[in-house]
């Protein structure tokens, strides 16, 4: 079990712009309390009689939270009433959920509701990862004012993205010093538009031919604004250890905060280094790097059967069996798109085999082979990880939760990750208590990410809201129906906004797109 201290965790980030900001809210509290002296106040909503888990780590308690248009102005002992006021006695009221490596955009603006994130909780995203990401950003946010959406949208700028703008198909190689200056001028656009910082893809097409040095060119200039380096690093399996090096690396040269996508061990002989792993990280932090990480409570992972391949040899069948013997087996590859043969969806490697009479080694060259024409066009699910390490992983301070889903099925996470975290380790299985829990979800990837107004209940924090009942909460995603929705989240607020209630969605758009510390407001 985790104990964590707020305070402790400022003084380690050394955010002084964050204990500054904290300042403020105690200021705003105190103008609060002097304002409705001798007049009982009327809020929009309160919530009244919930158990009431900040963020913060700190222990729960039993109160009330008030919310004035889009801010909590009071939390515990509310006086006054509210427009909307309702009893939440038995349930637990935290900050909205904060994903921090997300693909719920896809096709977000013919679904504006959201309802893969709303439903486990989630108010805020950060899109435009493993290096993939709208350009420009200043589209992006035209198109959420035009078209709002239910949650609050915050991106990265996608290194693969800038990469292909100025480099064309002609990826396959270092990027010149006139490429890379190309590159930083793009990134440069997009931070002054909103963006939090670079991501990268570097086990993908065309991150995966960069060097080091032209990832370091961009990270300083992100640098520069207080921003972030997020990474789906170079390896998550054979090359693992020396992917780890690169992104520390990055954070000492480039001075900015880095952190790991969905940190995993994803081959065989990683399993069970877990703590050889978090062993270095904590040195790199020692050495004042702020390094961190963000991870999903799932064992197999979803993406393209290329990343099997990173030396990108499809025909190499020694290649092949490695990939099936050390990163994943036959028996654990589950085909979630397949555009030249969609009866192949939710069929497994080795019952394709079969089908076509080949040895799986075989089956996995040649189903490369008839979608390579086009990256968009296959997709799998496959466990490499194990769930001792998933936990001990999870387990580091500064391990936030993410989902790495999308609202179109394929990977139970994109519906089930914040549930299944509260329903399973920490009601059932009791891996970790649920202030911890609530802080992974909440205070952490706030501070993870730089935020300054969102990831606790606090007066004059943005009134992002969630209750559920923690007796009820529960993951329903599967493989076989990975869009079923989870049970025990009951009421989610955005920007003070009842958006959902009910099992259901309601007309409200409320999510604003969030802009990152580089933005300049009408560039």
């Not at 009244?48 to 004035?68: F, M, P, Q, V």
């Not at 040095?213 to 604004?225: C, F, G, H, N």
């Not at 040899?313 to 589950?334: H, K, M, Q, Y």
């Not at 802080?439 to 952490?444: A, D, E, W, Y």
Request: glycine fraction near 10%; charged fraction near 25%.
């Amino acid at each position: 079990m985790m104990i964590i201290n707020w305070n402790k965790i400022l003084d380690h980030y050394n955010v002084p712009s964050l204990k500054m900001q904290f300042s403020t809210h105690i200021l705003f509290s105190l103008v609060l309390v002097l304002f409705s002296c001798g007049t009982p106040m009327e809020y929009d909503i309160v919530l009244r009689n919930g158990t009431i888990i900040d963020g913060k780590g700190s222990e729960r308690y039993i109160g009330d939270l008030a919310i004035a248009k889009d801010r909590i102005v009071a939390v515990g002992e509310v006086k006054g009433s509210g427009r909307d006021e309702i009893d939440i006695k038995g349930k637990i009221v935290a900050p909205g959920f904060i994903d921090t490596h997300s693909h719920h955009d896809t096709k977000m603006f013919e679904n504006t509701d959201m309802l893969a994130a709303l439903s486990q909780g989630i108010t805020t995203i950060f899109i435009g990862q493993d290096g993939s990401s709208n350009y420009p950003i200043s589209d992006l946010t035209e198109d959420l004012e035009r078209i709002p959406v239910s949650i609050n949208i915050a991106s990265f700028s996608g290194h693969n993205t800038l990469r292909g703008k100025v480099m064309g198909l002609d990826h396959k190689r270092p990027a010149g010093d006139s490429e890379v200056l190309a590159m930083i001028e793009l990134l440069r656009s997009d931070i002054e538009a909103g963006a939090w910082g670079l991501s990268s893809g570097l086990e993908y097409d065309p991150g995966i031919y960069s060097t080091t040095d032209e990832i370091i060119s961009l990270a300083k200039i992100v640098s520069d604004v207080n921003g972030r380096y997020i990474s789906h690093i170079r390896s998550e399996d054979r090359n693992f250890w020396s992917a780890i090096d690169e992104i520390i690396r990055i954070g000492r040269v480039a001075r900015l905060p880095v952190q790991i996508s969905h940190i995993k061990l994803a081959m065989n002989h990683l399993h069970g280094r877990a703590d050889e792993l978090l062993s270095r990280l904590n040195e790199a932090r020692d050495n004042g790097i702020m390094i961190s990480a963000d991870i999903y409570p799932y064992t197999y992972w979803q993406s393209t059967m290329q990343v099997l391949f990173p030396d990108r040899d499809f025909d190499d069948r020694g290649s092949a069996d490695l990939a099936l013997s050390e990163i994943t087996s036959p028996d654990e590859v589950i085909i979630t798109q397949y555009d030249p043969e969609p009866g192949y969806i939710g069929k497994r490697l080795n019952e394709i085999a079969e089908l076509r009479g080949e040895h799986p080694s075989v089956t996995l060259m040649g189903l490369i082979s008839e979608t390579n024409y086009d990256d968009g066009s296959e997709s799998i699910v496959a466990k490499s990880m194990t769930e001792t390490d998933i936990i001990e992983l999870l387990e580091w301070r500064y391990t936030n939760i993410c989902t790495d889903g999308g609202s179109d099925g394929g990977h139970p996470r994109g519906y089930g990750t914040y549930p299944r975290i509260l329903g399973q380790y920490v009601r059932e299985d009791r891996s970790m208590d649920l202030e911890s829990a609530i802080h992974k979800m909440t205070g952490l990837p706030s501070l993870n990410m730089g935020m300054d107004d969102r990831g606790i209940l606090e007066p004059g924090m943005a009134a992002d809201v969630v209750v559920f009942d923690p007796l009820r909460i529960i993951d329903r995603a599967t493989f076989e129906d990975p869009m079923a929705l989870s049970e025990g989240i009951e009421r989610v607020i955005v920007n003070g906004t009842m958006v959902y209630a009910g099992g259901r969605v309601n007309d409200d758009r409320p999510g604003r797109f969030l802009p990152g510390p580089g933005y300049i407001a009408n560039r």
